[in-house]
């Protein structure tokens, strides 16, 4: 076996700092979300921001995951 020392290029850093925030986004909508529901369970009001950021972080977060998943496939073709 080789060991190879493999050095990170900006690019690589992009991308993994882009799917921390597809995460972070994921994850922001989801308590967001459970907010909103157990809110709306115990008979309240929810402030209707929690569910814009539902609405737009979860979607949001969707497609950045896909394009990290369509750029993981791309750059293995390339290898």
């Not at 020392?5 to 993994?16: E, G, I, L």
């Not at 925030?21 to 157990?38: R, S, Y």
């Not at 115990?42 to 990290?68: C, K, Q, R």
Request: glycine share 6%.
């Amino acid at each position: 076996m080789s060991h190879q020392r493999r050095t990170t290029s900006a690019s690589d850093r992009f991308w993994a700092l882009f799917n921390y925030a597809a995460m972070a986004l994921a994850l922001i909508a989801l308590v967001a979300l459970i907010v909103v529901l157990i809110s709306k369970w115990a008979g309240g009001a929810p402030w209707p921001g929690f569910n814009w950021v539902a609405m737009i972080a979860l979607p949001t977060a969707f497609l950045m995951m896909g394009g990290s998943v369509l750029h993981s496939v791309a750059r293995r073709r390339r290898l």
